[in-house]
């Protein structure tokens, strides 16, 4: 039986990443009540009541526990992360794994030196219409695919948030923290173990507090395959959802589009794909899909590789981002 702590509960996302692994088979054994928001503590005990309060060190020290889970502050995780692999656990961190090129060499060393095994959970590994998406690909339904457009619009909601939130060093910025899903997407689908940044951009188009990065857009190219990524933190408040993702595939033979949260046609629930090849169109509801991320991690059984390449390319656009300041109108 895997045996799992929950530690660095300062994000919501922490709630996803328990219900995955326990839904996997492992037992969640103890959480740290150690936060920076009190509200994520308190949603964490409502629901898993039954996961008694250990503190940090005790949960880090006890020989029986495989691996911890956690969603820190996100310049804490690769602090977090190392004490745990030093410890003799494996890390299942929350994205960004890293804020900073220092600490990116700080737990590429840690593995290097441990043994242990690091992973970040990112979006696609856990999106069913993403994995059914990369599936048409590579069966050559669409030709050779010429572009990857991915749009991820995120809700703000403000009065949700701690204060690190809106503080550059404590989240990494805006690319460092959500572009990271988009640039682990385009390397899935242009089936890469790296690529080049050909320009990056982030924007303050005046949320408070002054500066907060909060729109980005990023150009990725392969040896055959471009890409083009925008996120943002500007879903209204109107919409039934967080954000209404969007991606976009033009192969030479057909074009497949994903949203993810939503069909604004009306079609009830998430995960849906649309398909147009040589003989026609199709509309997929790929929400009871299964994804093995969770399954692969307790299986030890994901490449290590990845989590580096997608964090430096992450932290490498975010460096040499454009700013872009938006001129205020009467």
Not at 70 to 79: E, F
Not at 124 to 140: C, D, F, I, K, M
Request: proline residues 5%; contains cysteine; glycine residues 8%.
């Amino acid at each position: 039986m895997t045996r799992f702590a929950a530690i660095g509960l300062d994000h919501r996302h922490i709630y996803d990443l328990t219900e995955g692994l326990l839904a996997a088979g492992a037992v969640c054994v103890g959480h740290d009540p150690v936060t920076t928001d009190g509200r994520v503590l308190a949603g964490f005990r409502k629901r898993f009541p039954n996961v008694p309060t250990v503190f940090r060190e005790r949960l880090l020290h006890d020989p029986t526990i495989d691996f911890v889970v956690l969603a820190a502050r996100p310049a804490d995780r690769a602090a977090l992360s190392i004490a745990a692999m030093r410890a003799g656990k494996d890390v299942l961190c929350d994205k960004p794994g890293v804020t900073t090129h220092a600490q990116l060499a700080a737990v590429r060393a840690a593995v290097a030196e441990t043994g242990r095994f690091w992973s970040i959970c990112v979006g696609r590994l856990v999106s069913p219409a993403t994995q059914a998406a990369l599936a048409v690909v590579r069966s050559g339904e669409i030709g050779r695919l010429v572009q990857v457009v991915g749009l991820s619009p995120h809700r703000l909601n403000r009065a949700l948030r701690p204060a690190w939130f809106f503080d550059k060093p404590s989240y990494g910025g805006i690319i460092a923290d959500i572009g990271i899903h988009a640039i682990d997407r385009f390397l899935a689908f242009a089936d890469a173990d790296d690529a080049d940044i050909v320009s990056s951009t982030v924007g303050s188009f005046g949320t408070e507090p002054e500066g907060f990065e909060d729109f980005a857009e990023i150009v990725l190219q392969t040896g055959s395959v471009r890409g083009y990524c925008r996120m943002d933190w500007f879903t209204p408040d109107g919409l039934p959802t967080w954000g209404d993702g969007r991606l976009f595939l033009v192969g030479t033979e057909g074009s497949v589009e994903l949203r993810e949260n939503l069909d604004i046609e009306g079609r009830p629930g998430t995960d849906h794909m649309f398909v147009a090849n040589k003989t026609g169109t199709r509309h997929v509801d790929c929400s009871a899909m299964p994804t093995s991320y969770y399954r692969d991690f307790l299986a030890r059984s994901l490449p290590q590789e990845p989590a580096f390449v997608v964090s430096r390319l992450a932290l490498d656009a975010q460096a040499r981002a454009t700013q872009y300041r938006s001129e205020q109108r009467p």
